[in-house]
């Protein structure tokens, strides 16, 4: 699915197995795309995580489930450039080739993920080129990422402002609201048998029973 886009537009780029995507998901995207100003949320749904195990359900059933999700938001796309790459996805190919289309988009990324940096694809390169949002809830996390930063990537500047003005080299924390749902609980339950009604949206809900995703 090829997306172009102007590149004074501000466009944030949103990671992840998304195995399923949840209310969690949506909600964080939707309080990052008002607190920051994006035009464009784009959902990056990943072929295969190169740090976390294989992704449970086919990347097809993923795809249709974000569809099914984002419909009626008109802000949110998805882009299944690394579905189509196969492989192991790596955020520094999916920047390059989002550059290489004159797109300068910002990273989104939860706290866990991005105490890993360390251990991604080229992360010395790809600091360079992209800035972060990183998702994190409180004054703990924010003090994680500070220690991670000294000892890892202190050519990194972190800032707690909304004002967008650095497309490479930033780290922008965002203090999320408190979102107890997770894609691991929520196979867990469809496994187990238990309901998991309100935890996605009806239609990703009927989805899942009717391709009986997550059973086994």
Known sequence: MGLFFYNK?????YGGSFDPVHIGHLRIAE???EYFGFEKIIFIPAYHSPLKPESRAPAEDRI???RLSIKYNRYFYIDDIEIKRKGKSYTIDTIKTYRERGVFPFFIVGTDAFLTLDKWKNPEELVKITSFIVLGRGKDRLED???FLKNKFPQLKLVQSNNLTEKSG???FFDQRRIDISSTEIR???KNNRSIKYLVLP???DYIFNKKLYRG
């Open 64 to 66: 249709n489930m974000l």
């Open 9 to 13: 537009l501000m466009i944030g780029l």
């Open 31 to 33: 309080d990052i795309r």
């Open 170 to 172: 930033y780290v922008y």
């Open 203 to 205: 239609e990703v809900e």
């Open 145 to 147: 990422i500070k220690l």
């Open 188 to 190: 867990n339950r469809i």
